[in-house]
């Protein structure tokens, strides 16, 4: 394995998907520990690395200082590179490489941003994907079945297409569900879109939306940290505590019940004790 490359494995018989070749580029310095960020298959939450057969894994081959980020979806993944490119590899269906095409390609392709724009954050959901923009601009590509890319459209795109985030607001925070993509935006405010059935945009409504509506977060509360399942959302807020909403039936939401709500609900967290990471 070449030096500054990353190995993806899993998914298919437990064999080696192929190097994520990375070029030789040249390199400010090492990145600080952790330089990668392995993130869990966001739908069932197993780990990466010990269950490889029923989802992908990320391992740093030798030197790890061009790597910026690591982000793994349901069938693809996607880095940040030190220059701010986005590379992504794997299954390609629906467009969620981004690369102008719907190939799936065993090593990594350039993600089209726009010309000038680098990507600052990454995520992934089922069969689209996210970024936010050196500009604070959000992204999404990929499937748009009930509107998770936030363009206004259901029209799938292999190609970034524009987050209508509301005017004047950028983003600094993505998170993405199977099916739906959330955001925290510059004034702390959370805003979601797509799939809603089960009320995980958190706007009160179970209505579907292609352009990203307002949580209904606790008047005067700000958000921090945001998580997505399948079907449901979490965030810290501010005063640390957590509210999650959406699907609930096996207690997701952690607020003592099995009820989905379409509103942001606390979560039973020990007395005395605050969140710190979702």
Known sequence: VPANAARAFGH????????VDLG???HAGALPDPAIRLLQRDDIGIDLVKHAENALGIALAVQPDCLVDVVTGEYHSCAIIDDGSAMCWGYNYRGQLGDGTNTNSNTSVVVTLPAGRTATALA????????ILDNGSAMCWGYNNNGRLGDGTTTNSNIPVAVSLPAGRTATALALGNSHSCAILDDGSVHCWGYNIYG????????MSNTPVAVGLPAGNTATALALGSYHSCAIL??????????NNNGQL?????????????????AGRTATAL
């Open 200 to 207: 995980q945009l958190g706007d009160g409504t179970y209505a």
């Open 124 to 131: 992934l959901g089922h069969l689209h994907s996210c970024a």
């Open 24 to 26: 030789a580029r040249k």
């Open 254 to 270: 952690g607020d003592g019940t099995y009820a989905m709500s379409n509103i942001p609900v606390a979560v039973n967290l020990p």
């Open 12 to 19: 298919f018989d437990d064999a080696p998907m192929g190097i």
């Open 238 to 247: 501010d005063d640390g505590s957590t509210m999650c909403w959406g699907y």
